[in-house]
C-alpha cells in the first residue's frame, strides 16, 4: 500500500482575494487540523487560480465559472462556516488525493 503524499498545498479565492477568501482560510485550516493533515493553506483572488500551483483550490460556487480551468482541484463551498460542510469536502477530496 502507498503511503500518504507529504503535503497539500491548497490556494482559498474570492472576488479581491481580501475578505471571505481570508474566512475560508482560517475555517480550512481549523478541518485541517482536525484531519490531521498536513498542510499550507494560501488565500487570493480567484483570477489567481489560472496559474496557482495549488494542489486544490476552493471557492464559493459564484465562483467557480472563474477557477474552473485551473491545474489544480477545484472544491466549491456552499456556506464558508459551515465546518460539517466543509469537513466533508475536504475528507473525501483529500482522501482521493492521498493526502489522508
Same mark, same amino acid.
Given at each position: 500500500?502507498?503511503?500518504?503524499? #507529504?503535503?497539500?498545498?491548497?490556494?482559498?479565492?474570492?472576488?479581491?482575494?481580501? !475578505?471571505? $477568501?481570508?474566512?475560508?482560510? @482560517?475555517?480550512? *485550516?481549523?478541518?485541517?487540523?482536525?484531519?490531521?493533515? #498536513?498542510?499550507?493553506?494560501?488565500?487570493?483572488?480567484?483570477?489567481?487560480?489560472? !496559474?496557482? $500551483?495549488?494542489?486544490?483550490? @476552493?471557492?464559493? *460556487?459564484?465562483?467557480?465559472?472563474?477557477?474552473?480551468?485551473?491545474?489544480?482541484?477545484?472544491?466549491?463551498?456552499?456556506?464558508?462556516?459551515?465546518?460539517?460542510?466543509?469537513?466533508?469536502?475536504?475528507?473525501?477530496?483529500?482522501?482521493?488525493?492521498?493526502?489522508?
Amino acid at each position: 500500500m502507498a503511503g500518504k503524499k #507529504n503535503r497539500v498545498n491548497i490556494l482559498t479565492v474570492c472576488g479581491v482575494g481580501s !475578505g471571505s $477568501s481570508l474566512i475560508l482560510r @482560517m475555517y480550512v *485550516e481549523d478541518v485541517l487540523e482536525e484531519l490531521g493533515a #498536513n498542510y499550507k493553506v494560501a488565500a487570493g483572488q480567484a483570477s489567481e487560480a489560472k !496559474g496557482t $500551483s495549488a494542489d486544490i483550490v @476552493m471557492c464559493a *460556487e459564484e465562483f467557480y465559472s472563474v477557477v474552473k480551468d485551473s491545474p489544480a482541484r477545484v472544491v466549491t463551498i456552499h456556506s464558508f462556516t459551515d465546518k460539517d460542510e466543509l469537513r466533508r469536502k475536504l475528507r473525501e477530496v483529500l482522501t482521493s488525493m492521498g493526502y489522508i
